[in-house]
């Protein structure tokens, strides 16, 4: 009963999207394929909760293995908030419990229930790593180096703060892109050991902006995200994972 009602809420959320949405957006990242490749708003609901109840065991099953102490009680969640752009992203909830979340318009965006896949175990992925607590380390780390260095030049309490803030992100970002690469293999194996394709399900990158090699950029270049993958999935089927 409670999957028939979740489907039922993502086709209603997604019909939505898709009447709302113009015809040709102003900003379209995901825009480089045609729009008969995309699944009908029944079928991406379905693509969607069958990817989460055969990825979530398997999560949870990876999070069990290669972890001690951690909450493996993972949640996978749809965010229904109005946006045209996919979006996908891994948070922890007020009780420590993994949280991954998927908005409409990735939901929508995704050609078949590798892609789902895919992009559920690289965030999952972020979980298993500690990556959030790690860039929470690195942020205090980088407030405190930044805010020592400038009170050592005799600035005033209200510079130091935002030279703190500063210092902050660049800390947070000073590991993103490798943590990403992380990530990414952990999510191949995921992915990989639930059933699908993780190739087939990485193309996702081929359609959304490359984000180069920018100095403390978030994300690293999709080649490198491809070539990840292709070496992980290699090693899968070498019986080296």
């Known amino acids: 009963m409670q999957t028939l009602i979740a489907r039922a809420c993502i086709l209603l959320a997604l019909s939505v999207l898709t009447a709302c949405v113009p015809t040709e957006p102003a900003r379209a990242p995901l825009q480089s394929y045609a729009a008969d490749d995309l699944p009908s708003p029944e079928q991406a609901a379905n693509n969607f909760i069958s990817v989460a109840r055969k990825m979530e065991p398997q999560i949870e099953a990876e999070c069990y293995a290669r972890t001690r102490g951690r909450n493996c009680d993972y949640q996978i969640v749809v965010d229904d908030r109005p946006t045209t752009d996919p979006n996908a992203y891994q948070t922890i909830d007020r009780a420590g419990r993994p949280v991954v979340a998927f908005n409409l318009a990735l939901i929508a965006s995704a050609r078949n229930v590798d892609e789902l896949a895919f992009v559920m175990g690289h965030e999952a992925a972020h979980h298993i790593a500690g990556h959030l607590q790690s860039k929470e380390?690195?942020?205090?780390?980088?407030?405190?180096?930044?805010?020592?260095?400038?009170?050592?030049?005799?600035?005033?309490?209200?510079?130091?703060?935002?030279?703190?803030?500063?210092?902050?992100?660049?800390?947070?970002?000073?590991?993103?892109?490798?943590?990403?690469l992380q990530a990414d293999r952990l999510g191949t194996i995921i992915t990989w050991n639930a059933g699908y394709d993780p190739m087939r399900g990485a193309q996702f990158f081929?359609?959304?902006?490359?984000?180069?090699?920018?100095?403390?950029?978030?994300?690293?270049?999709?080649?490198?995200?491809?070539?990840?993958?292709?070496?992980?999935?290699?090693?899968?089927?070498?019986?080296?994972?």
């Open 206 to 241: 081929e359609r959304i902006p490359d984000p180069g090699n920018v100095f403390l950029g978030t994300h690293p270049a999709n080649h490198k995200r491809m070539e990840t993958v292709q070496r992980t999935v290699a090693d899968l089927r070498a019986g080296r994972v």
């Open 137 to 180: 380390q690195n942020a205090m780390a980088g407030a405190m180096i930044f805010g020592a260095l400038a009170a050592a030049t005799g600035a005033d309490n209200g510079v130091v703060s935002q030279v703190q803030n500063i210092g902050a992100q660049v800390g947070s970002r000073t590991y993103s892109k490798d943590y990403e």
